[in-house]
């Protein structure tokens, strides 16, 4: 599915067409809509540069409980911890 935003909403809003993309991805991955590395490939950049991106925006990544417990079975099974 394409989505189709015409070019009077993207001249109101004062962005290019990539930034305006930009923050659409940015704003999906804080209502958490999508993931960060959903969000990654979108934008065609790696998990750090995004990580760094919301960084300097001062969004907060999205990491509970379950997920530190996730990586740290997968940092024990590769033998890394």
């Known amino acids: 599915m394409s989505l189709i935003i015409s070019d009077e909403i993207v001249k109101a809003s004062g962005l290019s ?12 991955f ?6 960060l590395g959903k969000a990654a490939e979108l934008l065609n950049m790696s998990q750090i540069r995004f990580q760094r991106l919301m960084a300097d925006r001062g969004i907060c990544v999205h990491y509970d409980v379950a997920e530190l417990q996730e990586d740290i079975q997968h940092l024990t ?5």
């Open 77 to 81: 099974a590769k033998g890394w911890l």
């Open 30 to 35: 804080q209502q958490d809509k999508i993931s």
């Open 17 to 28: 067409e990539d930034e305006l993309f930009l923050e659409i991805v940015l704003l999906l």
